[in-house]
């Protein structure tokens, strides 16, 4: 155990030295072991098993094109406007809404059945923006990488550590939940991008209320891969009320019926 224990601290104070980089959406220092390059290459590997795994998108091109066009006014104001963010709607029955390196961002046919506002939609897909320019899934897979490559050092079984961080894409990628300290920084990012782009940022705590609602009758897939940082709505309410948001934002009540949910008919 004490052999193991000063492997990983051996090894993390080397990448401390070595692999540290400024985030720059939160400012934060922090480990950092994947590159922008590595970002997009992971996310164009795994976007299309991630959309065969949950039933392919949804066969209706325009609702695709609603979907992307309001992800595109989110993008377009967010912290990277020129990386070429898409967004996809999934046919499969989840609550669902995700986003992998590189822009690739994706909702659910079941989270669109449950939203009612164009509003509400843009809240989902710039809290999901939020997670890809705040480097939030490469910064898991850096912290994973160090502690594999420090459990590979204690066991020497380098090979073994190589290995395991090589295959890190699909797991983390896809099926590890987000800390709670990632949801705070994604939904405060999320509302200002909101805002931003236009729309009512109300509409972020009518969505939570949605989930919460939902996540009463049975445990929905967004909650458990977003955990809950504690107090959400208080802490979205309180943004509202001490940033100077403009008033009479888009809410797209009948655009959503038009485009989405007369679609999913």
Do not use: W
Not at 5 to 22: E, H, K, M, W
Not at 195 to 224: D, W
């Amino acid at each position: 155990m004490a052999k193991i224990l000063l492997a990983i601290l051996s090894v993390y104070s080397c990448l401390l030295f070595t692999g540290c980089a400024t985030n720059p959406v939160t400012g934060e220092s922090q480990l950092m072991l994947v590159s922008p390059a590595q970002e997009m290459q992971m996310g164009a590997q795994y976007a299309p098993q991630l959309e065969k795994e949950l039933g392919g998108r949804i066969p209706n091109s325009t609702l695709q094109n609603y979907v992307n066009n309001v992800g595109q006014n989110i993008a377009r104001i967010s912290h990277q406007p020129n990386l070429q963010f898409t967004y996809v709607a999934l046919n499969h029955e989840s609550i669902n809404a995700m986003a992998l390196p590189g822009g690739y961002i994706f909702i659910t046919r079941g989270m669109l059945e449950k939203l009612d506002t164009e509003a509400q939609l843009a809240g989902i897909l710039a809290h999901e923006t939020a997670h890809v320019t705040a480097k939030h899934s490469a910064q898991a897979m850096s912290r994973q990488m160090g502690m594999d490559l420090a459990l590979s050092v204690a066991t020497e079984n380098r090979s073994s550590g190589a290995a395991q961080a090589a295959g890190l894409g699909t797991q983390l990628l896809i099926s590890l939940p987000y800390s709670r300290k990632d949801e705070h920084q994604a939904d405060s990012i999320g509302m200002d991008y909101t805002a931003k782009a236009g729309y009512t940022p109300q509409a972020m705590i009518e969505t939570m209320e949605i989930l919460e609602r939902e996540n009463a009758v049975r445990s929905i897939e967004f909650l458990s891969t977003h955990p809950n940082p504690g107090n959400r709505k208080q802490n979205l309410k309180n943004q509202i009320a001490s940033r100077n948001y403009p008033h009479a934002l888009k809410i797209g009540r009948e655009d959503y019926k038009k485009f989405v949910s007369d679609n999913l008919k």
